[in-house]
């Protein structure tokens, strides 16, 4: 497994930006699929982003679309999800997970950051 933590979440206003960060140790993310997720108070936790590192496509949820990009840096062991254009909706705890390739389980998980988007 790896060991995840993430940072970079906060208060945001309607339509700002946050980057999240996900620094891991234990092996380098490289050779994982990386991913974020979020849930929201009273809500299910759900799929945000991912990106694998063997040719790099990212994936995203159709709500974030356009708005969020993963990206990363093994030279940092370091997983970013830079948000655009926040919305109410958006407000979550985000979590940094990672897997031994896309459609495995998700191993291992972060503790999560808090986003809020006020309004």
């Known amino acids: 497994q790896v060991q995840l933590v993430e940072s970079g979440g906060g208060l945001v206003q309607v339509g700002g930006s946050l980057r999240l960060s996900c620094a891991a140790s234990?092996?380098?993310?490289?050779?994982?699929?990386m991913g974020w997720f979020r849930q929201a108070p009273g809500k299910e936790r759900e799929f945000v982003a991912a990106?694998?590192?063997?040719?790099?496509?990212?994936y995203y949820a159709d709500s974030v679309k356009g708005r969020f990009t993963i990206s990363g840096d093994s030279a940092k062991n370091t997983v970013y999800l830079q948000m655009n254009s926040l919305k109410p909706e958006d407000t979550a705890v985000y979590f940094c997970?990672?897997?031994?390739?896309?459609?495995?389980?998700?191993?291992?998980w972060g503790k999560g950051t808090l986003v809020t988007v006020s309004s």
């Open positions: 997970a990672a897997a031994l390739s896309l459609g495995s389980s998700w191993d291992s």
């Open positions: 234990g092996r380098a993310v490289s050779s994982y699929a």
């Open positions: 990106i694998t590192w063997s040719g790099g496509r990212p």
